[in-house]
């Protein structure tokens, strides 16, 4: 029987399959889903810049697990402070296991031996393991030779940057998701005068939505510029 381990999130209902815009990702999408069907790669490390969608692609793969009632746990590392080794303790017993910011462990003696360990005994029982990095597996800064080539065992994915054309569309998916929406020309206008990156925009779009609530309007461009007004420091 597996320890009992914290969990350090509850899954986000937003952190879907269903929620991600996949774009030109789309291959990602599939092949992740085939891991955790039992059809797939036993191994998956997806990596590529940030706010391309590894951390909802972790968590939407560890809530696809969890809904065909396999053992699942996600956890996201920080560089800043690594958790206590204990963490691994009885994690290989769980069926899929998603790790993101793989790359925070690099260079920890500690836990790459610890990692190296759980890894092997996880491999050893055919479970899925995935992980997520801002680089590929071989610029890791990993000190122990045995854990850099297990790391680079299995399918590595590049998430690919939406162009603009798809980055609208992202945002349209987001917000009907969300219940309201974005014309292409308010899209156009927040990746041209507000923010490109990703994650970001996703937040925006939260607070678009409260404030299209709080007032009953339509997000029309009018209306955009003027919620962006009362943020701008």
């Not at 990596?47 to 956890?75: I, N, P, V």
């Not at 997520?132 to 790391?151: E, G, I, M, Y």
């Not at 990156?197 to 003027?226: G, H, I």
Request: with cysteine.
């Amino acid at each position: 029987m597996a320890e009992q381990i914290p969990l350090q999130f509850e899954h986000r209902v937003n952190k879907s399959f269903d929620d991600f815009y996949p774009g030109n990702n789309q291959q990602a999408v599939d092949d992740l889903k085939n891991c955790i069907g039992g059809t797939g790669e036993q191994q998956i490390y997806l990596w590529g810049d940030k706010g391309l969608g590894k951390s909802h692609l972790l968590q939407a793969s560890s809530q696809l697990a969890q809904s065909l009632r396999k053992t699942t746990f996600y956890y996201a590392f920080t560089a800043a402070a690594l958790p206590a080794i204990t963490l691994l303790a009885g994690l290989d017993e769980y069926e899929v296991v998603c790790f993101d910011n793989i790359e925070a462990i690099a260079g920890n003696a500690e836990w790459e031996l610890g990692f190296f360990n759980f890894y092997n005994r996880h491999r050893d029982r055919g479970f899925k393991l995935i992980l997520a990095s801002n680089c590929p597996p071989h610029w890791l800064q990993v000190a122990l030779p045995d854990l850099k080539t297990r790391l680079n065992w299995g399918l590595t994915i590049k998430l690919k940057d939406l162009p603009d054309a798809e980055r609208i569309k992202a945002l349209s998916y987001k917000a009907r998701q969300m219940g309201f929406d974005i014309s292409p020309n308010v899209g156009r206008f927040l990746l041209n005068h507000y923010v490109r990156d990703l994650s970001a925009l996703w937040e925006l779009l939260e607070r678009l939505d409260r404030a299209t609530l709080a007032a009953k309007r339509k997000l029309t461009l009018p209306f955009l510029k003027e919620v962006l007004s009362k943020h701008e420091p």
